[in-house]
């Protein structure tokens, strides 16, 4: 199949960049995700590029299926062995293969929003907190918040008694978690960042392996 003919001028360019770093500005409905996955199969039907050495990462499930359908009608079997997911799914699957390395078990369960809403009221209850004065949302934003600044319950500052409150609601959530065997969206994330910050050859194995990091939405 000749992936280019497809294309127009300006997706062929996109598509046959030379190898490094490319940014691709394009409009909605200017045909992102067929650059993308025509990139991936240039990459390996014209460049020789190893599936294996190939991440695409995008930021929906619904995108993910699309672009892994694309490809596999553009490489079959020659398409095995890219890492195509969201930025959570590759997260996930990375701690997976770790698990050994975090305070999890492999069989480790994530938490939806609503899990996540419940374990903090859990948490307020075991702390004798009053749920109609620090409501559970404001304190699940506030813990999202901390993990998404990679903030531990022990490094989490108080400037004030609300956030005194979060910083010991948040400590017990993540008991909890811990007790369940079970990680949240955002921990998915966090500890994947954690783990190659504490285990350097863990980051260097990865970006030896991952030669090609394609990149969907990247504004978002």
């Known amino acids: 199949m000749d992936i ?20 691709v500005l394009a409009g909605p409905g200017s045909g992102k995700t067929r650059v993308l996955t025509h990139r991936i199969a240039y990459l390996i039907g014209s460049l020789g590029v190893r599936a294996h050495n190939i991440l695409a990462v ?3 499930n619904k995108a993910a299926r699309e672009m892994d359908a694309r490809l596999g009608r553009l490489l079959g079997e020659s398409g095995k062995g890219i890492w195509l997911g969201t930025f959570h799914a590759n997260c996930a699957r990375i701690l997976r293969r770790e698990v050994q390395r975090l305070p ?22 075991d702390l004798n907190v009053d749920d109609k004065v620090f409501r559970p949302a404001s304190m699940q934003s506030a813990i999202s918040a901390a993990k998404n600044n990679l903030v531990l319950p022990g490094d989490y500052t108080a400037r004030n008694y609300r956030e005194e409150v979060a910083a010991r609601v948040y400590g017990r959530y993540q008991e909890l978690l811990t007790a369940n065997n079970a990680v949240d969206f955002d921990d998915l994330l966090f500890f994947a960042v954690r783990l190659m910050q504490e285990n350097p ?6 970006a030896e392996r991952f030669q090609h990091v394609l990149v969907d939405e990247f504004q978002d």
């Open 201 to 206: 050859e863990v980051g260097r194995r990865y």
């Open 104 to 125: 999890l078990k492999s069989d480790f369960v994530i938490y939806d929003a609503d899990d996540q809403l419940s374990l903090v009221k859990r948490a307020e209850r």
């Open 4 to 23: 280019l003919s497809q294309l127009n001028p300006q997706q062929q360019e996109a598509v046959t960049a030379p190898a490094g770093q490319v940014l």
């Open 58 to 60: 995008t930021f929906t």
